[in-house]
């Protein structure tokens, strides 16, 4: 599926970045939902994380973009919602690979982590990727497993 609607969210630490991302992808051509913190006052990365899940898993957006200082605490708190599966990197192959062979719907990133450039190369790679599916469906089909039943019945066998 090719993304073109996507909700972006972050904290205090990733505003100006946020926006950069926000500006690039807008000029090509992307719809960009922000629902992180516009301010540098203190604000808790779970509620970003939250937010753009919620968009990702109801349809509303295609897929989310997360930055936070490191894009751990924001990935953590998305990777919480059920249907997410949330990708924190800090370079394109991962990223791309992601998509690829985890069918991320959640792309994350660290504002004091990586520069901006980076981060761009990151979120080209991401969106530019297509899950191939396959032999790939039988591990992403396992992860929804352990988040439906809290149980894995290959891990028992
Ligand atoms: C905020 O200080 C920092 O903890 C947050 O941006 C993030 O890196 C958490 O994972």
């Known amino acids: 599926m090719a993304f073109k609607k996507l909700a972006i969210g972050n904290d205090h630490t990733a505003v100006e970045m946020k926006n950069e991302i926000m500006a690039y992808l807008e000029e090509k051509g992307y719809e960009v939902v922000n629902v992180g913190t516009d301010s540098p006052e203190r604000f808790n990365y779970p509620v970003s994380g939250y937010k753009v899940a919620k968009m990702v898993v109801s349809g509303e957006v295609d897929g989310g973009i997360l930055i ?22 800090s370079e394109p192959y991962s990223a791309r690979l992601s998509r690829m062979h985890n069918n991320t719907n959640i792309v994350a990133f660290g ?29 992403v089909d396992m992860l929804a497993e352990i988040e439906e039943t809290q149980a894995l019945k290959a891990a028992e066998e």
Not at 68 to 89: D, H, P, Q, W
Not at 117 to 124: G, P, Q, R, S
Not at 125 to 131: D, K, P, Q, S, V
């Open 68 to 89: 936070c200082g490191t894009g751990v605490g924001i990935s953590l708190a998305a990777n919480k919602v059920k249907g997410i599966r949330a990708v924190v990197c």
């Open 111 to 139: 504002a004091r982590v990586i520069g901006v450039e980076t981060a761009k190369d990151i979120v080209d790679a991401w969106l530019g990727a297509e899950y191939e599916g396959g032999r790939h469906q039988v591990r």
